[in-house]
């Protein structure tokens, strides 16, 4: 059964996240649904794609898949997990991805919505950064993206307080492009890429990969890669990751002891 409705026409690809009982948790099925979307649009020259939930979602996504978390003493969020890979996807794909938000974004979920090109969102959408919630150490590029687009006190406070972040005060902040009524959201985002497709593919290809490159080059040495991957070993073999995930599981509230 399928998690997403992958739709193409006249150059513009939309993938629907479709698996509202599970509110899109962003698994390895449905991730993998995703990326062959985005290359069935590369393969037949898209100029634009769209990534949406239902119209009557409450929820975007949720997020990481929580049953698909590594084990404690893994990390994560390694390079291959399936969330790491589906956020190169964006970032390497060819054209603009636009993000059409009608609903509350979750942990991993927000970092899809933050390497997206352009995020188009009704007042129902909201934004919440989660590992402390859970009790992952987040990974340096994925704190990257947020300090690329964001003061790092607002990082600071979307990490360490895990609480949604509304519509507005995301516009404010310039995390969303365009804040519109829910009844404008569709034509209103359809509209704005139609003005993308007019444009010169190949000038926007190389200019989102210039931005990309651009944005990350923020040298680390590699002794300060190894203490950063040490720091982070620390918090996926601690017991607080196992409740985290455990607590969940267990849909009850985690209690954190900070070993
Ligand atoms: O019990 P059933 O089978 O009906 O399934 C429930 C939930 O277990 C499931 N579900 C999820 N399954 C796996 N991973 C998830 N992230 C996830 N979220 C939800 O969906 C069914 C309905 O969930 P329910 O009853 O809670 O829905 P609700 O409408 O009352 O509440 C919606 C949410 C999104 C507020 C609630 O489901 C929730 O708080 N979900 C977890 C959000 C979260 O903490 N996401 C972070 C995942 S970890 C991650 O993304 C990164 C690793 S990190 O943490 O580092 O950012």
Known sequence: MSLTITEFRDEMGIITLDNDSKRNSLSSELIEEIISGLNYFKDN??????????????????????NELAKPGRDPLSYNDPLEQVLRAIEHFPAPVIAMLNGSVWGGATELIFTCDIIIATRKATLALTPARIGVPYNPNGILHFLNMLSISVVKELFYTAQPLSAERAEQLGIINHLVA??????YTFALAEKIKKNAPLSIAVMKEQLRLLSKASPLSPETFERIQGLRRTVYDSNDYKEG????????EPVFKGN
């Open 45 to 66: 020259d898209a100029r634009v794609a769209i990534l949406r939930a239902n119209k009557e979602s409450k929820v975007f996504s949720a997020g990481h898949d929580i």
């Open 182 to 187: 829910e009844e404008e959201l569709e034509t």
């Open 245 to 252: 995930i455990q607590a969940f599981l267990e849909k009850r």
